[in-house]
């Protein structure tokens, strides 16, 4: 609305935006928007359990302050890293929602799989991650179920749980939706969310790498 004049005008801005993305994944077809938005794009960018070129995966957390430590964290590497971005903040609007995951996981906050505790929170290399989300992509053989979605330890939180689903329709919006706006400050030191009453904040020293 910014850019426009008349609601004709935000129609069009509207068509050509919507246009130029990429089409809805047959799996995500039925899906909420939020739900289905991470699953529409391949990206770049690689993220912890999936490669650069492999279709996208909706990522959450089972509280808000980790939610928001991990958002923070990466918003706040944006900035850092973006040479476009001189200025001393940023300021950002955020969607916080609530969804529920209903299909089969892998639990990596369990035996036997927190032995490799320190790999699958790696700051810095997501190698074994990456090899982990291969196999279970190509699950299902021999008569096993597929695995839906994996459950993990936030590497940007200790102790906060998060998660990593694989297939859409395993997701639903909470009834009745949960959905916020929290507002996000930015700087070169720090990152910090509001919303209401509620209040986060995450200090980053300059030369932080991962």
Same mark, same amino acid.
């Given at each position: 609305?910014?850019?426009?004049?008349?609601?004709?005008?935000?129609?069009?801005?509207?068509?050509?935006?919507?246009?130029?993305?990429?089409?809805?994944?047959?799996?995500?077809?039925?899906?909420?928007?939020?739900?289905?938005?991470?699953? &529409?794009?391949?990206?770049?960018?690689?993220?912890?359990?999936?490669?650069?070129?492999?279709?996208?995966?909706?990522?959450?957390?089972?509280?808000?302050?980790?939610?928001?430590?991990?958002?923070?964290?990466?918003?706040?590497?944006?900035?850092?890293?973006?040479?476009?971005?001189?200025?001393?903040?940023?300021?950002?609007?955020?969607?916080?929602?609530?969804?529920?995951?209903?299909?089969?996981?892998?639990?990596?906050?369990?035996?036997?799989?927190?032995?490799?505790?320190?790999?699958?929170?790696?700051?810095?290399?997501?190698?074994?991650?990456?090899?982990?989300?291969?196999?279970?992509?190509?699950?299902?053989?021999?008569?096993?179920?597929?695995?839906?979605?994996?459950?993990?330890?936030?590497? &940007?939180?200790?102790?906060?749980?998060?998660?990593?689903?694989?297939?859409? &329709?395993?997701?639903?919006?909470?009834?009745?939706?949960?959905?916020?706006?929290?507002?996000?400050?930015?700087?070169?030191?720090?990152?910090?969310?509001?919303?209401?009453?509620?209040?986060?904040?995450?200090?980053?020293?300059?030369?932080?790498?991962?």
């Amino acid at each position: 609305m910014r850019l426009v004049d008349t609601i004709e005008e935000q129609a069009i801005l509207e068509s050509l935006l919507d246009g130029s993305k990429h089409a809805v994944p047959s799996n995500a077809q039925n899906s909420h928007w939020l739900i289905a938005t991470p699953f &529409r794009y391949i990206t770049p960018q690689e993220s912890r359990f999936r490669r650069a070129s492999n279709p996208g995966i909706w990522y959450g957390a089972e509280e808000r302050e980790t939610a928001a430590a991990e958002v923070g964290y990466w918003r706040w590497r944006f900035f850092v890293e973006s040479a476009g971005l001189g200025k001393n903040s940023l300021h950002v609007e955020l969607t916080f929602f609530q969804a529920i995951f209903e299909g089969m996981e892998l639990d990596l906050t369990k035996s036997p799989w927190t032995e490799l505790r320190s790999d699958w929170r790696d700051p810095d290399s997501y190698a074994a991650c990456h090899a982990l989300a291969d196999a279970v992509r190509a699950g299902g053989r021999g008569g096993a179920p597929p695995i839906q979605g994996i459950r993990y330890e936030s590497a &940007r939180r200790e102790r906060g749980v998060c998660m990593a689903v694989f297939e859409p &329709r395993a997701l639903s919006l909470l009834k009745p939706e949960v959905i916020q706006t929290w507002t996000c400050k930015i700087t070169r030191d720090r990152v910090l969310l509001v919303h209401d009453d509620s209040r986060f904040q995450f200090d980053f020293p300059s030369n932080s790498e991962g």
